[in-house]
């Protein structure tokens, strides 16, 4: 059951849009959270998730976000706040979730300068700069969740600047955790396995589909809500002793 107390916190979640941050969201939405979305490149991705939200009796508004400009991130704030007051009366939020990031499908060999600069920016340096921008509106006793990757853990050709910045991501989980604990706010990282999405153009043909999917004690590739559930499921007090973790959500992938 929903309390009044539940219905009025507020998750943003960053690349809300498509993929795992949508089902983060809309599992949120079921949750009573209220909730802000972003997208990158394609807005109407975004304004679906809300409409599918606010359809269903929830609230949620889409908010345009590149994840790997943080000059534009003192703006964002603005918005945030802006949004906060005049759709919750509010001049802070609860939860953080650091979900968009993008993919890399190149070896050592192949892999540019230019490359590796847009996975930095994104996935690490993004994150990095955006929490830092947000934390301020953030309420004591809130939380960040970070998400991760098994390729932290383990190592998969054509993913190494990937792999290892989400490896540097987990690293920042602990630090943030550490410098705003003084603030009450748990920050966490979930990892998860190989997850049915587009994400760096999906799993690919059925031959790689069912060798990733073999790869995991479970037998299966993952789907957008066993991370959108899990997640979600940590966005409460139900967790409150649950801080500067790293939670891999992988059906038992590479054990
Ligand atoms: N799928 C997997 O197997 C898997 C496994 C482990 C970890 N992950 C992690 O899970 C997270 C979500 O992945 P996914 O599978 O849901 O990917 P996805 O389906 O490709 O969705 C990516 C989301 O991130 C947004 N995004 C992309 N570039 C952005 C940028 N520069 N700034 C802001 N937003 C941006 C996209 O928005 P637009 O469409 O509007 O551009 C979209 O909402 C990522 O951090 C990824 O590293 C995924």
Redesign the pocket.
């Given at each position: 059951m929903t309390t009044s107390n539940e219905t009025s916190k507020v998750v943003l979640v960053?690349?809300?849009?498509?993929?795992?941050?949508?089902s983060i969201a809309i599992n949120a939405a079921k949750r009573g959270l209220g909730v802000i979305l972003?997208?990158?490149?394609?807005?109407e991705?975004?304004q679906a998730v809300a409409d599918e939200i606010n359809n269903a009796g929830g609230k949620a508004i889409a908010l345009h976000?590149?994840?790997?400009?943080p000059a534009s991130f003192d703006e964002f704030a603005k918005q945030i706040s802006a949004v906060l007051h005049e759709e919750w009366g509010r001049d802070n939020f609860d939860y953080l979730v650091?979900?968009?990031?993008?993919?890399q499908r190149s070896l050592i060999q192949d892999t540019t300068e230019e490359i590796f600069d847009q996975l930095v920016?994104?996935?690490l340096k993004?994150v990095f700069f955006l929490s830092q921008k947000l934390i301020p509106l953030i309420v004591d006793g809130g939380q960040i969740i970070n998400?991760?990757?098994?390729?932290a853990r383990f190592a998969f050709p054509g993913t190494a600047v990937?792999g290892a910045l989400?490896a540097g991501l987990e690293g920042l989980t602990r630090y943030f955790a550490k410098e705003y604990a003084a603030r009450k706010i748990r920050v966490n990282s979930v990892?998860?396995?190989?997850?049915?999405?587009?994400?760096?153009g999906g799993?690919g043909d059925e031959e790689h589909r069912q060798q990733i999917a073999a790869a995991a004690a479970i037998g299966r590739l993952?789907v957008?809500d066993d991370?959108g559930l899990f997640v979600t499921s940590m966005l409460s007090d139900d967790s409150r002793f649950v801080n500067a973790q790293r939670i891999e959500v992988g059906g038992g992938i590479m054990i």
């Open positions: 960053t690349g809300g849009s498509r993929g795992i941050g949508r972003t997208y990158n490149s394609q807005p991705s975004g976000l590149d994840a790997g400009k650091n979900n968009a990031g993008i993919a920016n994104v996935n993004g998400i991760s990757s098994g390729l990937y989400k990892a998860p396995g190989a997850i049915d999405t587009e994400f760096g799993k993952g957008a991370i």
